[in-house]
């Protein structure tokens, strides 16, 4: 067996598996009594044509990109963060805590912004952190427990203690200097550029840096890592301090960039859907940034489409996951077959 | 209604906090069981969430079209159990990554339901409706202090998920199937090497779990709600997931936990209502920081099946 074969089941796999699922998904298009291509030309028409498409498209994948980054150390590692949804929340609140009370000079602001998003993800996912490894607490139940109960926690802080005085709903101040600015002729805010270099920064620890290594070595073995590198608990408590900073930032950006208060309605959901973004982007920083952009462009798209056609644009969340699924289920059947053809020939 | 302080001193109020305790518990139990049988053979179904609640709505579409709750809660059984088989045959036979499979089946769930329901039947304020079973009293039985009103004057279909989960424990309890279960998940190279087939221990157990997480969902919908709505598990399933850790994987404990966490979640209710200084939305989040204080309690060298989450190869395989 050719390293060319190898390389065209490298791509040919995991396209044919998107390929499945949007098929699928085509099917549920049709039950509902649209045209399923006519949908998806519409989905991809809006998202990557349409000047306010692609605007969306690149804001709406800055927080998945942010948070994808960071669970991605994780899942790397074995270590499963799956509470980012609470992260981001508390970030965000941390953020606006401070910024809604002072008035600094804008850049001061953004940078203080970033800080407290960091320190308020980080903080909630310490939590998480003790739990995990002081009272070996189950990884993704601890995470995901801490998110649950953030939610409410974040329409507390909203309606008391943050409430803008001057406001009849429930709402915290706005964020005043610490919004973002829009980057010229583009009309979107500027976090898009900090998603970018979040990228580029993981893609160089990963590859790098000691740290990355241990990721690496934790996931493959860790009983090995901690017997020969690292204390059993320091790693995990690092790899879940990075995953929370990364989804706190993305709190305060799209904070900043977007909602410019803090509301019950913070939460939408960007935790989760970042779950799908590490995965798809095989725990690598390139990949999730590819896959926070595709399945971005999925989702304004079909935004979009829920717009004209009425058909609801939860059918593309379920196709996000459909997609995962068949990733997952098309890589595992070509090593399988890699495997078998390269038992029987021997090159 | 706003809740006086002085009431939660009185039996009343304890006997109305533990019958809706014990009413909730029903369907997150019969979910944790399911998931000790799947977790017992060594798959980790972290599915748990979408299963139930791909039940919840197969089951009140069924009851709903058919106009029968039993039919409804056959409906959301057979659904779960399908998309357990669609996990097992990922998880066991192609041997995808089981929290990335289970993680999506979850994800999936959640929104394909949402789907299906706008579709189905409107996303209208106010959502279509079947009728809740009727309460059936146990004559004497119900009088008893606190535990009558709780356990013997419930409706129909929390009688039969409770009895489900019962047997379940007792079967589980007594038969030989239950040495095959574990020693697929603790010690699958010997079971194997004993002649049990892991690999179809493991497809069936999924299968009966996650049959049991759909029944879980309909029971809530079904059996308590009367409607369907996107989300309306609400993270019941990953609960049910934490009581299997809490119960130690021994059926007894985890129904003492659904119990537990049942009416944690009434109190929750109540508590809302309480004329109190501490604010309602602490209260929302009191099942959930309750359950990790149990976990953080309990799980200290707790270990559970020795091959948790590690797919099973024969070594004789070809790949």
Not at chain 2, 243 to 254: A, N
Request: include cysteine; proline fraction near 4%.
């Amino acid at each position: 067996m050719g390293y060319a074969t190898t390389t065209v089941r490298a791509i040919a796999a995991p396209a044919l598996s998107i390929l499945a699922a949007l098929v699928i998904g085509g099917i549920f298009i049709a039950w509902a009594g649209e045209n399923p291509l006519s949908v998806y030309r519409l989905v991809v028409a809006e998202s990557l044509f349409e000047r306010t498409g692609w605007r969306d498209t690149l804001s709406r994948s800055t927080p998945l990109i942010l948070i994808g980054l960071g669970l991605a150390v994780g899942f790397k590692a074995s270590v499963w963060n799956i509470g980012a949804e609470g992260q981001f929340v508390a970030g965000a609140a941390a953020a606006i805590a401070v910024l809604g009370t002072v008035d600094l000079p804008s850049v001061i602001a953004i940078a203080l912004g970033i800080v407290l998003g960091a320190l308020g993800g980080a903080a909630w996912a310490a939590i998480a952190a003790m739990l995990i490894t002081r009272y070996e607490v189950n990884d993704v139940i601890a995470t995901l427990l801490l998110a649950f109960a953030a939610v409410p926690l974040l329409n507390w802080v909203a309606r008391g203690p943050l409430k803008d005085p001057e406001s009849f709903l429930p709402q915290t101040r706005q964020v005043g200097s610490g919004e973002l600015p829009d980057i010229p002729w583009l009309d979107t805010h500027i976090g898009i550029i900090f998603a970018l270099l979040a990228v580029a920064a993981m893609a160089w620890v990963m590859r790098a840096t000691r740290f990355g290594y241990l990721v690496r070595a934790h996931g493959a073995n860790r009983n090995a890592v901690y017997a020969n590198e690292s204390r059993r608990s320091s790693i995990t408590v690092g790899i879940l301090l990075i995953g929370g900073s990364f989804a706190g930032i993305a709190g305060y950006v799209v904070l900043a960039g977007e909602q410019l208060r803090v509301s019950g309605g913070t939460a939408t959901g960007f935790g989760f859907t970042a779950i799908i973004v590490a995965i798809l982007g095989r725990n690598n920083p390139i990949g999730v940034l590819a896959s926070a952009v595709g399945l971005s462009a999925l989702l304004v798209g079909a935004e979009a489409a829920q717009r004209q056609t009425g058909l609801s644009v939860t059918l593309m969340q379920a196709v996000q996951a459909l997609i995962v699924i068949c990733v997952v289920t098309g890589n595992a059947l070509a090593e399988r077959r890699g495997r078998t053809s390269a038992r029987k020939s021997p090159a | 209604m706003i809740l006086a302080q002085t009431e939660i001193t009185t039996l009343v109020f304890w006997t109305a906090v533990l019958a809706s305790g014990v009413r909730l518990s029903v369907s997150v139990g019969t979910a944790a069981i399911g998931e000790m049988i799947t977790e017992r053979a060594g798959v980790l179904n972290l599915g748990l969430e979408g299963t139930m609640i791909i039940g919840a709505f197969a089951g009140f579409a069924a009851a709903f079209e058919s106009g029968s709750v039993w039919v409804g809660l056959a409906g959301g059984a057979l659904a779960g159990g399908a998309v357990g088989l669609l996990f097992g045959l990922l998880v066991v036979m192609i041997r995808v990554d089981q929290v990335v499979a289970g993680l999506s089946i979850t994800l999936f769930g959640l929104a394909i339901t949402a789907f299906l329901n706008t579709e189905i039947y409107g996303d209208s304020p106010i959502p279509p409706r079947v009728p809740t079973p009727s309460i059936l009293r146990i004559p004497l039985l119900e009088d008893l202090p606190l535990i009558g009103e709780a356990f013997f004057q419930q409706n129909r279909v929390a009688y039969v998920a409770g009895a489900v989960i019962v047997g379940m424990a007792w079967f589980l309890r007594r038969s030989y199937s239950t040495i095959v279960l574990d020693a697929a998940g603790e010690a699958p190279e010997a079971a194997d090497a004993a002649g049990h087939r892991v690999t179809i221990v493991r497809l069936v157990a999924t299968t009966a779990g996650s049959a049991l997480a759909g029944l879980g969902g309909a029971v809530l919908v079904v059996g308590q709600l009367g409607f369907f709505n996107s989300n309306i598990t609400a993270g019941r399933g990953w609960v049910a997931l934490a009581l299997v850790i809490f119960g130690r994987w021994r059926p007894t404990w985890i129904v003492v936990g659904a119990v537990f966490f049942g009416t944690l979640d009434a109190l929750q209710f109540r508590f809302q209502t309480l004329d109190s200084a501490i604010p309602f939305e602490f209260f929302i989040a009191l099942p959930f920081v309750v359950t990790l204080v149990a976990l953080a309690i309990g799980s200290r060298g707790v270990h559970g099946p020795s091959a948790l989450g590690v797919p099973f190869r024969r070594s004789t395989e070809s790949s």
